[in-house]
């Protein structure tokens, strides 16, 4: 039962963070319909960056929102170089597997290749169903409901975050009415940062960060985005759960080293899950 | 737009007044090597009605998306001297979005969201404002297109295929609103149709476009009128 109850929270958390990276993915996808590849190494930079923050004497809580902010900003620059020059989509998609390898090239040059990590919230640890919980768990959990309902107040509610639907929805009427669809896509990068940064930041503290490992955060994160169709940033949600729960008691009651291999059969499977509903819609 | 210096000249059918709203002058628009517009001079008058018949494929949509901004000529020159908006071919709402959303993106470029003078002109529209879009009629979907550009404030509103895939009877108590808000408001329209008869009725003067190139012009009675009109575009039907 505690090793359950460890598992259950453990699983929710790292589900969490893999539901920023996968909102990142949606949301860059919905605009621009690039599926952005970099958008592990957003999560990598804002761990790193926040490790030398921390260790620059920079106060915690201001440390991890300076490296969320530079996250979006790596989000911003990546997202002109992959959208501003009018590159068919294939070309944009290999763009972002390009800055996902320049990043982690740029990653090692600054940091080296040593795994870093640094404490979250300090505090005592506490006790739930017998089993030891850290408190960077609790912290995790409320951090990223917190930027969940941050998103889906901004973009769910406000007449920008209409806008930028409504470039999601069809980008030809949004610029009959005068919306900047490019500049949204520039937008939606950004936003894709930020939520990528913020689940580095959040995650380094429970699993040491290395300089390259942006492509397995990308893999999950574009698996949980496959469950909503990467058009829906509910279903990511779900499917940053499933993914992280799935890791966590495949790792406890079978084997650690079977949890990649698990994740990407997951992956498959929905793969072909969606391309039969897809086929299956075409033919209504 | 970046707009191209040309010789301005009259047309060879007649020429544009100074203080037209809108007005087109040899315009060529190309996808890749196809010639989509060949030359096309046009304008539209001040709270004027306008009708741009002509087969699918003439360039009717083209020539639209070309005063939106969406395309770029490759020659000649656009004059706008007010706000246009425009009414896409089939719609083109954003579905999962709520009618009053859809209505006040409209004024995203300014003005004011309030999307009630909408209700006014539609008044159905107002029990279905919170309705996803996508599920409407198409008839309330026209509406709400027709709505989402006059949220803009326009001098004048292009509409592309006002009676594509309508009822008639919805088609007539549309067209009808907007005849009503051009005599109300001053609003120009520039109606583009495939049903002819519709739009030579409704509007005072009327271009032919075919093959990207305008190939009548004149007021609507007469071309109504006009033998080679009235077989290619009215069906041979006699009109009033
Ligand atoms: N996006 C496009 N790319 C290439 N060719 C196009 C495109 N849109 C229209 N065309 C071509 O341009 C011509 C004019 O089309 P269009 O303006 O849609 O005509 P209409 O609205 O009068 O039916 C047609 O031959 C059409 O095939
Ligand atoms: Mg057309």
């Known amino acids: ?284 | 737009m970046k707009l191209l210096e040309s010789v301005e000249q009259p047309t060879p059918n007649g020429s544009i007044p100074s203080d037209a709203l809108l007005a087109t002058y040899n315009l060529v628009v190309r996808y890749g090597a196809a010639v989509a517009l060949d030359g096309v001079s046009m304008y539209v008058g001040k709270g004027e009605m306008v009708a741009l018949i002509g087969p699918n494929g003439a360039g009717k949509s083209t020539l639209l998306n070309t005063l939106s901004g969406i395309n770029r000529p490759a020659a000649g020159k656009i004059i706008c001297n007010g706000k246009l908006a425009h009414v896409p071919e089939g719609r083109q709402l954003f579905p999962e979005l709520t009618v009053e959303d859809n209505l006040r993106l409209g004024a995203y470029r300014g003005g004011s969201r309030d999307p009630s003078p909408m209700y006014e002109l539609f008044p159905q529209l107002h029990r279905l404002r919170h309705r996803r879009a996508g599920g409407l009629s198409g008839g309330e979907q026209q509406m709400v297109a027709i709505g989402r550009a006059l949220m803009a404030h326009p001098d004048i509103v292009a509409v592309d295929e006002l009676s594509q895939g309508l009822a008639p009877i919805v088609v007539s108590d549309i067209a009808n609103h907007l005849v009503s808000l051009n005599k109300q408001n001053g609003t120009a329209v520039l109606l583009v149709e495939q049903n002819a008869q519709l739009a030579l009725d409704i509007t005072s003067r009327a271009y032919v476009l075919e093959n990207g190139r305008i190939s009548k012009e004149g007021r609507s009675a007469d071309l109504a009128r006009d033998p080679a009109v009235h077989k290619a575009y009215l069906g041979g039907q006699v009109s009033r």
């Not at chain 1, 620059?77 to 597997?97: C, E, K, N, R, Y």
Request: with cysteine; proline share 3%.
């Open chain 1, 1 to 284: 039962m505690t090793a359950f109850v460890e598992y259950l929270m453990t699983g929710i958390a790292r589900g969490l963070v893999f539901a920023l990276l996968a909102m990142g993915f949606v949301f860059i996808y919905r605009v621009t319909r690039v599926v952005n590849f970099a958008q592990g190494a957003f999560a990598v930079f804002g761990g790193f960056i926040t490790y030398s923050l921390l260790r620059a004497g920079v106060p915690q809580g201001v440390s991890e929102l300076l490296a969320i902010l530079a996250a979006a900003l790596i989000g911003l620059i990546f997202g002109i170089i992959t959208i501003a020059g009018d590159l068919p989509l294939l070309a944009s998609l290999i763009i972002t597997i390009g800055l996902s390898i320049l990043s982690e090239a740029i990653l090692m040059l600054i940091w080296g290749t040593t795994p870093i990590t640094y404490s979250g919230l300090t505090g005592h640890d506490f006790v739930i169903l017998g089993a030891f919980i850290q408190r960077q768990y609790l912290i995790v959990v409320l951090a990223s409901l917190a930027l969940f309902a941050l998103v889906a107040l901004a973009f769910g509610r406000t007449y920008f975050g209409k806008a930028m639907t409504a470039c999601a929805s069809n980008p030809y009427a949004a610029k009959l009415s005068g919306i900047n669809v490019k500049r949204m896509g520039l937008v939606a990068f950004m936003l894709g940062g930020a939520l990528g940064g913020a689940a580095g930041v959040l995650i380094t503290p429970l699993s040491p960060m290395t300089y390259d490992a942006d492509v397995s955060l990308a893999i999950t994160g574009f698996a949980a985005a496959i469950v909503g169709g990467l058009t829906s940033p509910g279903l990511a949600v779900i499917g940053g759960l499933v993914f992280g729960l799935a890791e966590q008691f495949v790792a406890g009651y079978w084997s650690p080293s079977n949890e990649t291999a698990v994740a990407l059969a997951l992956l498959i499977i929905l793969l072909l899950w969606q391309a039969r509903r897809m086929r299956l819609e075409g033919l209504e």
